[in-house]
């Protein structure tokens, strides 16, 4: 049995081998020249794609759950499925072209390409897994920071609120108020003239009740009133002359006792002397004075008793007048009711506005109330119940690392420092992790000695790159004789450059006799 008849020469097609050499970026013409060896390596090194493939898969399905508020298993399972194959492509690409026998520096591009590649996806998963399970912390520091400020504006919005339905309550009471008396309408204007002078008369005939005064009744009054003043001036004038009486009495008794007194200071003898006589004849005319005046108060006494009880049949005599003249203003009445019935549907009417208006701006002025008010009062309790997103809580957990909590004790406000140490390696350790399995294919490509199958594909890359640079070489030589002949012409074509260097042929370029040596 020759090589190509052996069991192992047979195409391995769609089976789980040729699916794993396919991974590996390995093509079975090639392989089926290399020993069974050579071909278990390159199955190896196609199995080492699925260990980044699976861990990206994996690593997006978590990062797809944590980063949204209500993800769906659907968008997940894409979303992971999408980045699996752009890892497993990614991984094939660089294990497909990674050679062994190429320039350093063209290696290390490659490599360094994958390392940061791996590098932007270990940071990508850690993070998320990081702020996972600091979770608890990060909504226990919120619901601390947020429940003072949630209270306070809790207590503002239910002030306002109250301040709000108080002002309401009383403006609509006052205007409510104002509603019952101008629902009473006026139903027939006959029965409001037969009311008003109803009300008029026993209006009229209360005692106390005083009338509008006629001429004669003014007169009256005015004869009244200057009685009064003249009888009020004789009265002072009395009180007057009573007071100097009583002083002259007095001075009469002091001077004839030898004593000082208000008229005469000087002290003299007791008995009667002619200062005695004279007081004596002053309060004797004091006396008739005081005559005289009583006779006149007596006399205006009896003028204003008579003026009085004129007055009084006068004004009687008015409100009979006034009682005659009622019949006669039952039109006025009338009028006045239609007036009034006018009056009071153009009031009815503007304060059934002004309520709606009114309620209507409370109505309004509660929406903006709610407006300003509930949004951030349903954020904070959102952030308290612990829902935040990716910002609030990259910012929570870098509170919770490096600044102390607002209640926290002063044994935790020491261990602050040491917070930074276990929240890096517990990120180190999942990067780590996450890294070094994302470089599992192109680490082990590296440290895997070059095999056949690999000089069997560099050798196909090997002879097309020398004969690319001579092709390069003689270019420069040929290209004017190409341009002025043709390529069919005495000078040699590209073809013919190209078949004469083909591998394993000499590297030689047969030259035109005509060409330069």
Not at 141 to 165: A, F, H, I
Not at 335 to 363: F, Y
Not at 414 to 437: D, P, R
């Amino acid at each position: 049995m020759n090589q190509s008849s052996r069991p192992d020469d047979a195409n391995p097609g769609i089976s789980w081998r040729g699916f794993l050499y396919w991974l590996a970026g390995a093509r079975w013409e090639s392989l089926a020249l290399c020993p069974p060896s050579e071909r278990e390596r390159v199955a190896v090194l196609g199995s080492t794609i699925l260990i980044p493939t699976t861990m990206a898969f994996f690593g997006m399905f978590f990062y797809a759950q944590s980063r949204f508020a209500e993800p769906r298993v659907g968008f997940c399972l894409v979303a992971s499925l999408a980045w699996a194959l752009v890892i497993l492509g990614t991984d094939r690409i660089l294990l497909a072209t990674y050679r062994p026998f190429q320039p350093w520096w063209r290696k290390f591009m490659q490599v360094l390409f994958r390392f940061g590649l791996a590098a932007v996806v270990s940071v990508a998963i850690s993070f998320p897994f990081c702020l996972d399970q600091y979770r608890p912390a990060i909504a226990h520091r919120y619901q601390t920071e947020l429940q003072g400020v949630l209270n306070s504006l809790r207590e503002e919005e239910n002030t306002t609120r109250q301040t709000l339905m108080t002002r309401y309550r009383s403006e609509h009471e006052a205007l409510t108020t104002q509603l019952g008396p101008l629902q009473e309408s006026i139903l027939n204007t006959d029965t409001y003239a037969d009311q008003m002078i109803s009300q008029e008369k026993q209006r009229i005939t209360t005692e106390g009740f005083v009338p509008p005064a006629s001429p004669a009744t003014r007169l009256l009054m005015s004869q009244m009133e200057a009685s009064k003043e003249g009888l009020a001036s004789l009265q002072a004038e009395q009180l007057q002359q009573e007071n100097m009486h009583r002083r002259l009495v007095e001075a009469i008794a002091r001077e004839s006792a030898g004593q000082p007194n208000e008229f005469f200071p000087e002290p003299k003898k007791a008995g009667q002397g002619p200062r005695t006589k004279d007081l004596q004849r002053r309060d004797q005319e004091t006396n008739r004075e005081l005559e005289r005046l009583a006779a006149a108060i007596a006399q205006s006494s009896t003028t204003l008793s008579s003026l009085q009880t004129a007055l009084a049949t006068a004004r009687l005599a008015d409100r009979n007048a006034l009682l005659d003249t009622l019949p006669a203003r039952r039109a006025a009445f009338i009028q006045e009711a239609v007036e009034k019935e006018r009056i009071r549907k153009e009031n009815l009417e503007r304060l059934t506005s002004e309520i709606t208006r009114h309620a209507d701006d409370h109505s309004r002025a509660l929406r903006l109330h709610d407006d300003r008010f509930l949004p951030p009062i349903t954020r904070y309790e959102t952030k308290i119940k612990g829902v935040l997103d990716p910002m609030e809580e990259t910012i929570g957990l870098y509170k919770v690392i490096f600044l102390p909590a607002p209640d926290a004790s002063a044994t935790e406000i020491g261990e602050q420092g040491y917070k930074w140490i276990a929240g890096l390696f517990q990120f180190l350790v999942i990067f780590g992790t996450l890294f070094v399995l994302d470089l599992v294919p192109i680490m082990a490509k590296i440290f895997s000695r070059p095999g056949p199958y690999d000089v069997l594909v560099e050798q196909a890359e090997m002879v097309a790159n020398l004969n690319l640079k001579a092709f390069k070489k003689q270019y420069p030589g040929q290209a004017r004789r190409w341009a002025a002949e043709g390529p069919g012409g005495p000078a040699p074509s590209p073809t013919e450059i190209l078949q004469a260097h083909v591998y394993p042929t000499p590297l030689t370029v047969p030259v035109s006799p005509n060409s330069p040596s």
